[in-house]
Structure formats: structure tokens, C-alpha cells
């Protein structure tokens, strides 16, 4: 979600109501969501580069994105503590333009 949305609260928001009008989640899902968001994969790599000694580039992108990313969290635990929209269910098929083809060849 990060990289598609850029730690933009209306970005976030867009793409997860577009996900939930097609994947309505639980409210321990969004739960789950909002906490796995904290945990961002590249914070533990520039931790670890850090902690070897290697230079670390991206800690350069972490600490100029930082106050982005603190302003999406709060955004997501606010969103994970919201009751989820009822499901919307897909209307059913057009039946018309359906025929039965009759595979007798006996007749």
C-alpha cells in the first residue's frame, strides 16, 4: 500500500474503499491492516544495514517520508476502528441473451 498510494490519506482512502466494495473486510482484518502498516519492510532494512555498519540509502527516503508516514498511521487506526461498510452484493446476471441449445442429434 505504500508505494501505491505514496502516504497519502486520500490515496489510502481510495484504494481501500475500492478494495472493500469488492473485498469486504472484518473489522479484525482492518485491524490486522492498520498494525501490519506499522511495520514497514524498509524500516527494518536500513535498522539492520545501520547496525552492520553499511551505509544505508534508505534511511535518507525513510526520514524524508517520516512525517508522511506518522500522518497515514494515525489515519489508519482511526480507519481500522470504523465499522466496515455492509457488503454490497453483485447484482445477479443478465439472463436474457441466454438460450439452451439442444444437443439431441437423435431427433
Not at 62 to 73: D, F, G, H, Q, T
Not at 76 to 105: C, L, Y
Request: hydrophobic share 40%; charged share 20%.
Amino acid at each position: 500500500m505504500n508505494n501505491t498510494t505514496n502516504f497519502s490519506v486520500p490515496n489510502m482512502n481510495g484504494f481501500l474503499v475500492g478494495y472493500e466494495k469488492r473485498c469486504p473486510l472484518t473489522p479484525e482484518e482492518r485491524l490486522i491492516i492498520a498494525s501490519l502498516f506499522r511495520l514497514p519492510r524498509e524500516v527494518w532494512i536500513a535498522a539492520r544495514q545501520i547496525r552492520l555498519g553499511m551505509h544505508s540509502s534508505i534511511f535518507k527516503s525513510l526520514k524524508a517520508s517520516w512525517s508522511k508516514r506518522m500522518e497515514v498511521i494515525q489515519w489508519m487506526d482511526k480507519w481500522a476502528r470504523q465499522q466496515p461498510q455492509e457488503p454490497v452484493t453483485p447484482p445477479a446476471p443478465n439472463e436474457e441473451g441466454i438460450s439452451i441449445v439442444d444437443n439431441d442429434f437423435n431427433s
